[in-house]
């Protein structure tokens, strides 16, 4: 049986729960494989089960499979496939249920409470997260190519970069350097420049790239269903004294950060090093999110570096450290790494350390 259901179901024998249902998101494709749009996979302490429509089960039938050769594939769609769970649920006697809240609709819910009216519905998202949040070795190996090919096409991408250029532009000629590796998409692309760095969530614009721009660019690429983040700010030119500093700031922020990441260590203490550094520098106030967060098959995941987080870092988590200052009128400068938490002396390896860093002047 695969590590992640018998994980699974350790959970579910502690937490006296009988099954759980994944109607989609990562976590359903963590513990069925399948990567499609539509289907239903449900775990229980007796069986595992994906409920699909037609267009589906014969890549139901291979994905899953890969996860475990006890998966029985149901063609259903629509209330018949929510019916069929609700009689697997009473042939087994289950009574309690997990289910990740985040990702499942309201009408879903409803639909499910329905038909099986006699089972009590649990929110699960914390416990799956948890369970997600430590990376197996294939996993890594994974994510590391992630970076790597994320890592490449940046470089590609700053060496297409002519004044003139839009930021939009930019981000085109990202996700084209992306398209020339097999198997991986562009995840997202931040391009803020000039007073855009800012904004930091920026989408891309018709702002032309100009001489004196700092340029922030976050980027990554989901590559066989894990995902890269890496962040970079370079000069275009000569850039202000101003910038300078803001830069130099949040690189020692981060610097000091990263020196804190390791096994053990508390999420929202490493977050405060590197608040407190900004602060006491004179720029907290523009240092709004918090430093980092959880990285694997969201972009997005378990545990998040942030003020008064006490989620306490283990062995296998990937997390980013990406401290920022943004000011309006100015810019702004955030740079960001992916971190391996592990054994190591440091207690982390740098998986985005071959990606260019620095303030990198770009000259033309």
Same mark, same amino acid.
């Given at each position: ?30 513990? &069925? ?9 449900? +775990? ?9 429509? &037609? ?13 475990? !050769? ?10 018949? #496939? ?31 409470? #329905? *038909? ?6 649990? $929110?699960?998202?914390? /416990? ?15 994510? $590391? ?39 991986? &998409? ?19 614009? *018709? ?5 004196? !721009?700092?340029? %922030? ?18 000069? /275009?030119? *000569? ?5 300078? $500093? ?27 090093? #590197? ?19 959880? @990285?694997?098959?969201? +972009?997005?995941?378990?545990?998040? @570096? ?6 306490? @870092?283990? *062995?296998?988590?990937? +997390? ?12 702004? /400068? ?5 971190? @391996?938490?592990? !054994?190591?002396?440091?207690?982390? %390896?740098?998986? %985005?350390?071959? +990606? ?9």
């Amino acid at each position: 049986m695969n590590e992640r259901i018998l994980r699974l179901r350790k959970a579910m024998s502690d937490a006296r729960i009988d099954a759980c249902v994944f109607y989609s998101g990562a976590d359903r494709q963590f513990y &069925s494989g399948f990567t499609g749009t539509s289907g239903i996979a449900v +775990v229980t302490h007796k069986s595992l089960i994906f409920v699909t429509d &037609s267009r589906y089960t014969i890549q139901a039938r291979e994905q899953c499979s890969a996860i475990s !050769d006890e998966y029985v594939i149901v063609q259903k769609g629509g209330a018949a #496939a929510v019916a069929h769970i609700a009689e697997v649920f009473k042939g087994e006697g289950i009574s309690r249920i997990w289910v990740n809240e985040d990702m499942m609709t309201y009408s879903q819910y409803l639909a499910l409470t #329905a *038909e099986a009216d006699f089972v009590r519905v649990e $929110k699960g998202a914390q /416990v799956f997260q948890s369970l997600r949040a430590s990376k197996t070795g294939d996993e890594i190996a994974i994510m $590391k190519e992630a970076a790597r090919i994320a890592g490449k096409a940046y470089v590609a991408m700053l060496n297409n970069t002519v004044v003139g250029m839009t930021e939009l532009e930019m981000a085109a000629e990202f996700e084209r350097q992306v398209g020339m590796f097999e198997g991986a &998409s562009c995840a997202f692309r931040i391009i803020a420049s000039g007073e855009n760095g800012a904004k930091p969530h920026a989408i891309p614009s *018709e702002r032309k790239i100009q001489y004196g !721009d700092m340029v %922030t660019v976050d980027f990554g690429v989901c590559y066989k269903g894990y995902y890269s983040d890496c962040t970079r700010t370079f000069a /275009v030119g *000569e850039v202000s004294h101003e910038q300078e $500093k803001i830069y130099s700031i949040v690189a020692q922020a981060k610097a000091l950060a990263q020196r804190a990441i390791r096994p053990g260590a508390v999420c929202g203490e490493i977050d405060k090093i #590197a608040r407190d550094y900004i602060t006491e520098a004179g720029y907290g106030q523009y240092f709004g999110h918090g430093l980092g967060h959880g @990285l694997g098959m969201d +972009v997005h995941e378990f545990p998040r @570096l942030a003020p008064g987080v006490d989620a306490v @870092l283990a *062995e296998g988590m990937v +997390v980013t450290n990406e401290p920022g200052i943004y000011i309006e009128g100015l810019g702004g /400068v955030r740079i960001e790494d992916s971190l @391996l938490v592990d !054994d190591s002396p440091e207690g982390h %390896t740098n998986i %985005t350390a071959d +990606v260019p860093n620095g303030l990198y002047v770009k000259e033309f």
